[in-house]
């Protein structure tokens, strides 16, 4: 939906309470800012690609760190503290790949970054890291 459509539903809305008389336009416009309040809005939140890049052209890094964008805080730092490559196989981490984080320590309530990397999840589910523990466990 777009800011016009809103603005249009907003000010339907107003001329409907208006309608109704109980209201004079100061108490409407009141009530407007309860029921739907401002919000901010830009146009293009997105970040344009640079002219000379293509996912085709091999730079790994330029793409790995725009798509850090989409994860969240503690995960996008672990990801710029790696240069954006898995911790286990030392591959850039492509687009479409999945990223999780590891807690070295095994506390899953330990979110310290010193306590944090990012794997691929084939990485980190599949190879080494929790089937090496777990062999060591004898489980």
């Known amino acids: 939906m777009s800011q016009h459509a809103l603005w249009h539903i907003s000010y339907w809305a107003w001329k409907f309470i208006r309608k109704q008389g109980r209201f004079n336009r100061w108490q409407t416009n009141g009530i407007m800012k309860e029921v739907a309040p401002t919000v901010p809005w830009s146009a293009a939140k997105f970040v344009k690609v640079k002219g000379n890049k293509s996912p085709y052209d091999g730079d790994l890094l330029y793409w790995s760190k725009r798509n850090s964008v989409l994860y969240d805080g503690a995960t996008a730092k672990t990801l710029a503290k790696q240069q954006f490559k898995c911790q286990h196989c030392n591959l850039s981490f492509l687009p479409d790949d999945l990223i999780e984080l590891h807690h070295v320590d095994g506390n899953h309530n330990h979110w310290k970054s010193s306590n944090l990397v990012a794997l ?13 523990k777990q062999g060591k466990s004898g489980r």
Do not use: P
């Open 120 to 132: 691929h999840r084939h990485c980190h589910q599949h190879q080494t890291i929790h089937s090496l």
